[in-house]
């Protein structure tokens, strides 16, 4: 395990300044450091590894970043299992892309929570003993190559709103990650669309299709900002730390307003009756979605809940052998560039 906070730990909280080569401490002591904490949050800053902070905030954020990163990678599933049935070699490259760039993200979520001490293989082995958790959405079929398309607009489309924020959040490694997240989820979203426009400017077959596979994600899509903000215990806490800016209802209201005039433009309905405009709100009502639907499905319960998890067993165990000699190579080349300046230091 990662111990990034160590030097706080192990030597107590200190400060240091160099006077002519000598390192001068200074004990520090915890309400100083977390008034400092507090004041770089309130100035909107961010927090880097190195700082110090509290070790609740450290845990939120290692319980989020772990559960993001595992969704970008159980969520290279649903769509993966299309990749050998894209219907023509350009359908094909596009999804190929995509899912590998879900794995990227992936990683570059899992370093961010590596920088919080929390290392790659022990998430992987929450994940797989069913201690972490991500996202629900990733628990539903895909029963078509249309949800594919479905899922580049719907679900990039939510992942969007929820994670444009979030390159603002106060841990900077995560905020950075994000960022370059985001501008691949755009690229996704838009290669959703165009298949889905293009299948309604196909054969009715085709239209019925898109229509059939957006009211099986319209609701879950929904789901994916987490529960209403009174059934939310995390979410008061993490916006005063600045890890999230927005609650959980203001970024779902925002997904609907945006996709209402979407799905106009494409020709399709998403299946509530209680969607209208609301003039006095400036905003889209909408019914309540199924929430015991959704806590089955993150307790465990959803359709494809075991499945997703034994694939990802599967994958990490038949991987052993590529991660131990990944890691033998790069102590060989390690090894081989301290021989290589001894030898030349020895001349
Ligand atoms: N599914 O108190 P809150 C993607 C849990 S990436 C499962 O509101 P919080 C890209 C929550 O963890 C999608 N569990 O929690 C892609 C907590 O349980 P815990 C992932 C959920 O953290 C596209 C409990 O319920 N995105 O799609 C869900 O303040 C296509 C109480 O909830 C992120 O992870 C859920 N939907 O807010 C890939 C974004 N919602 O941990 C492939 C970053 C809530 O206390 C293909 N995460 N829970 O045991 C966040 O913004 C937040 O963590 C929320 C939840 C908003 C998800």
Known sequence: MVEPNDQC???????????????????????????????TISRKDRIEPRDWMPEKYRKTLVRQVAQHAHSEIIGMQPEGNWISRAPSLRRKAILLAKVQDEAGHGLYLYSAAETLGATRDELTEKLIAGKQKYSSIFNYPTLSYTDVGTIGWLVDGAAICNQVPLCRTSFGPYGRAMIRICKEESFHQRQGYELLMTMMRGTEEQRASVQESVNRFWWPSLMMFGPPDDDSPNTEQSMEWGIKTHTNDELRQKFVDMSVPQAEALGVTFPDEGLKWNEERGHYDFSTP????????????????EQRVAHRKRAWDEGAWVREAALAFAENSAADTENTAAEEAAK
């Open 290 to 305: 199924d929430w015991d639907e959704f806590w089955a499905v993150v307790k465990g319960n959803g359709p494809c809940n």
């Open 9 to 39: 730990r192990t030597h107590g909280p200190q400060k240091g300044t160099s006077k002519g080569g000598v390192v001068m401490t200074t004990q520090v002591n915890e309400t100083e450091l977390e008034a400092q904490f507090a004041d």
